[in-house]
C-alpha cells in the first residue's frame, strides 16, 4: 500500500487513476478534508464552480421529457471508463437508452475500454428512448456538477473534471488523511490506516455542507428545465449525504451531524435546501436495496449479508450500483414515462 505519510508516493498512485491521454494536475489532489476546503480556492475549482452555478445552461427540445440523472464520480479518470459508469451506461444502452449524437471519448482512450463493452458506452451525448431523454452528470467533489459533456473536454483544453484526484472525504478508508498538513490530528489506528480528528472532522463537515448548498443553488436552478432529477448515488455514503434531507438520513444509514470536540455539528443535504417540488430523488432506496440483496442470493446461491462491503469494491464484477438487481430499478424508473 502507498505510504500516507508522504504526498509525493500519494501522487503515484493518483496518476494511475488518469487514463491517457488526459493528464493529472498535481495541484489537484485532495486526500483529506482539510485539502478539499483548500480546493475551494484553486483558481481551476472556483472557475468550474463559477461555471456549473451561474452559466452552464443544458441544452433542452421543446417537445422532450427530459430527466436529469445525476452520478457519482469516480477514482478512475474519465468517469465513463470507470468500472462503475460503464456498467451503468451499458445497461441503459441494452435498456434502449441510445445516444443522441455528440460528443463522445476520443478514440485514444479507446485501448482503456474493456472487452464486451460496446464503444458507443463512451458516449458523452444525452441518451434518447422515444420521448424521453437523459441528461448525465456527476456529482464531484471538489468540482460539485460535471455535465457529461464535459467529462473530458471543456473550451478547446483538457476539462479540470479528469486532472483530479479527491479520496479525501472517505474517512472509512483509512487512509483520508494528510499528515504533513500543519493542522493534521489524524489517529493512527494501524501502520496504514487512520481515524480523524477533530480538525479532520471540522473540515469535514464545512466541505460536506459547502457542497450540498452549491448543489442545491444549482438543482433549484436548472430543475425547472427537467421533468424529474434523480440521483443514482450509493447507499449510506457521502454522495448520498449531500443530498439526503435530515428525516431520511436514519432510513438511509446517513448520519445526520459528526462530532467535534464536545460538539455535535449538522451535517445539511441538498434536500434541507430546495422546496420539496423541486427536491432530488435519490435512488435506490432502503427497499430496493433489500430486494436486490435478496435477488444477488439467488443469483449467486448463497446467503448475502449486504451489498456494500466485497460488492462495493468490485466483488463478482459489481460494484453496489452498477449490480444488475439493483439497475434495473434505475431503469424501470427512466422508464417510467417513455
Given at each position: 500500500m502507498v505510504s500516507t505519510t508522504d504526498r509525493k508516493r500519494r501522487l503515484l498512485e493518483s496518476r494511475l487513476?488518469?487514463?491517457?491521454?488526459?493528464k493529472l494536475d498535481d495541484s489537484l489532489c485532495m486526500y483529506c478534508p482539510q485539502d478539499n476546503l483548500d480546493a475551494l480556492g484553486h483558481p481551476r475549482v472556483r472557475q468550474w464552480i463559477r461555471f456549473v452555478t451561474r452559466s452552464?445552461?443544458?441544452?433542452?427540445?421543446?417537445?422532450?421529457?427530459?430527466?436529469?440523472?445525476?452520478?457519482?464520480?469516480?477514482?478512475?479518470?474519465?468517469y465513463p471508463l470507470s468500472p462503475e459508469h460503464l456498467s451503468i451506461n451499458a445497461r441503459l444502452l441494452r435498456a434502449g437508452f441510445l445516444p443522441e449524437g455528440g460528443p463522445t471519448l476520443p478514440?485514444?482512450?479507446?485501448?482503456?475500454?474493456?472487452?464486451?463493452?460496446?464503444?458507443?458506452?463512451?458516449?458523452?451525448?444525452?441518451?434518447?428512448?422515444?420521448?424521453?431523454?437523459?441528461?448525465?452528470?456527476?456529482?464531484?467533489?471538489?468540482?460539485v456538477f460535471v455535465p457529461y459533456a464535459f467529462a473530458y473536454m471543456r473550451g478547446g483544453r483538457q476539462s479540470v473534471?479528469?486532472?483530479?484526484?479527491?479520496?479525501?472525504?472517505?474517512?472509512?478508508?483509512?487512509?483520508?488523511?494528510?499528515?504533513?498538513?500543519?493542522?493534521?490530528?489524524?489517529?493512527?489506528?494501524?501502520?496504514?490506516?487512520?481515524?480523524?480528528?477533530?480538525?479532520?472532522r471540522r473540515a469535514y463537515v464545512a466541505m460536506h455542507n459547502t457542497m450540498s448548498g452549491y448543489l442545491a443553488r444549482l438543482i433549484a436552478r436548472l430543475a425547472p428545465r427537467y421533468e424529474?432529477?434523480?440521483?443514482?448515488?450509493?447507499?449510506?455514503?457521502?454522495?448520498?449525504?449531500?443530498?439526503?434531507?435530515?428525516?431520511?438520513?436514519?432510513?438511509?444509514g446517513i448520519p445526520a451531524s459528526r462530532r467535534v470536540g464536545s460538539r455535535n455539528l449538522t451535517l445539511v443535504g441538498a434536500n434541507d435546501i430546495l422546496p420539496?417540488?423541486?427536491?432530488?430523488?435519490?435512488?435506490?432506496?432502503?427497499?430496493?436495496?433489500?430486494?436486490?440483496?435478496?435477488?444477488?442470493?439467488?443469483?449467486?446461491r448463497r446467503p448475502i449479508s449486504a451489498i456494500g462491503g466485497h460488492y462495493s469494491r468490485g466483488g463478482c464484477g459489481a460494484t453496489p450500483l452498477a449490480l444488475p438487481e439493483l439497475l434495473t430499478f434505475l431503469v424501470s424508473r427512466l422508464e417510467r414515462d417513455a
Open positions: 487513476k488518469i487514463c491517457p491521454p488526459a452552464y445552461v443544458p441544452r433542452i427540445g421543446r417537445r422532450d421529457r427530459t430527466i436529469l440523472l445525476l452520478l457519482p464520480c469516480t477514482k478512475q479518470k474519465p478514440g485514444a482512450f479507446s485501448p482503456h475500454l474493456p472487452e464486451g463493452f460496446p464503444p458507443s458506452v463512451l458516449s458523452l451525448a444525452p441518451l434518447r428512448k422515444g420521448s424521453i431523454v437523459i441528461h448525465r452528470a456527476v456529482m464531484s467533489e471538489p468540482l473534471a479528469c486532472a483530479y484526484d479527491d479520496p479525501g472525504l472517505f474517512e472509512a478508508r483509512g487512509n483520508a488523511v494528510s499528515p504533513w498538513r500543519r493542522d493534521f490530528t489524524g489517529i493512527r489506528v494501524s501502520d496504514n490506516r487512520w481515524r480523524w480528528g477533530d480538525n479532520e424529474a432529477v434523480v440521483a443514482w448515488v450509493a447507499p449510506g455514503l457521502t454522495h448520498r449525504s449531500f443530498l439526503l434531507e435530515r428525516g431520511l438520513r436514519a432510513a438511509n420539496a417540488e423541486t427536491r432530488i430523488e435519490c435512488l435506490p432506496t432502503p427497499a430496493q436495496c433489500e430486494a436486490a440483496k435478496r435477488r444477488l442470493a439467488k443469483r449467486l
